[in-house]
């Protein structure tokens, strides 16, 4: 990773550090029998992931780790034992913001894929939320790395009896961004992604969330010969915000 990504992080961090009152730290940790990313089965098989944030004010800063636990990938990397390793960090910086009765959030991302041979990209976004019972929410998503295209995400959250929540997400990509990733130099409706979770108060601060979920590709000619177009998992979130 290059040496102005973590500098930007740990000058973000510290900069909060110095109003620490202000200041708010999430920490989470997922473990999920996949990794499924926006309709590409990334992963096949068990990975940990970690999230570590810091908001101060309307500014948030992020690390994001994804650590595979098994060798499922070795032949396609070329590390060929990445189990125990980190195979993906996400680097996020966001200014988040209230306007118009909406929820308004721009943001950026650097991608890197240590060990992968994977090419590093970054992305902008904007993100438009509501607070109303289905939290609605738009995200555009502009990379401006390798694939240089759109891709569009609209969700909702739905409550349902039993302290359960549905969610549910569609993704539009420009024919740019599904000729890099989908290998279909074609606009269309990429993916669509629904999680069945419930969430659990386990004290001092600790949440649990358990998901079931669900993801497949939209288009048959996105990826027409990857194996896993359609997707099953189950993932558990440790999550705690002080």
């Not at 606009?187 to 497949?216: I, Q, Y």
């Amino acid at each position: 990773m290059r040496w102005y990504a973590i500098a930007t992080i740990v000058l973000c961090l510290s900069a909060g550090l110095v109003n620490a009152q202000s200041g708010v730290w999430i920490q989470a940790v997922v473990l999920s029998s996949k990794y499924v990313w926006r309709g590409v089965n990334t992963v096949n098989n068990w990975v940990m992931q970690k999230n570590t944030a810091l908001q101060v004010g309307n500014l948030t800063a992020s690390v994001w780790g994804n650590m595979e636990l098994t060798n499922h990938n070795g032949s396609i990397y070329t590390r060929p034992h990445p189990a125990g390793t980190f195979t993906e960090w996400d680097f996020t910086l966001e200014y988040a913001t209230a306007w118009c009765g909406l929820q308004v959030a721009l943001g950026w991302t650097d991608y890197q894929y240590p060990g992968t041979g994977w090419e590093r990209t970054r992305e902008v976004y904007l993100r438009l939320s509501g607070d109303s019972a289905l939290s609605p929410n738009i995200t555009v998503y502009r990379d401006t790395g390798v694939a240089r295209g759109t891709y569009v995400t609209a969700g909702v959250e739905v409550p349902i009896p039993r302290a359960l929540s549905l969610s549910a997400q569609v993704g539009y990509g420009c024919s740019r961004f599904n000729g890099y990733y989908y290998g279909c130099e074609t606009a269309s409706w990429a993916d669509m992604t629904l999680g069945l979770s419930s969430t659990f108060d386990t004290g001092k601060g600790w949440h649990l969330k358990p998901t079931l979920w669900f993801s497949t590709l939209l288009n048959k000619r996105l990826l027409p010969d990857q194996p896993n177009r359609h997707n099953v998992w189950f993932s558990v979130e440790l999550c705690k915000a002080r």
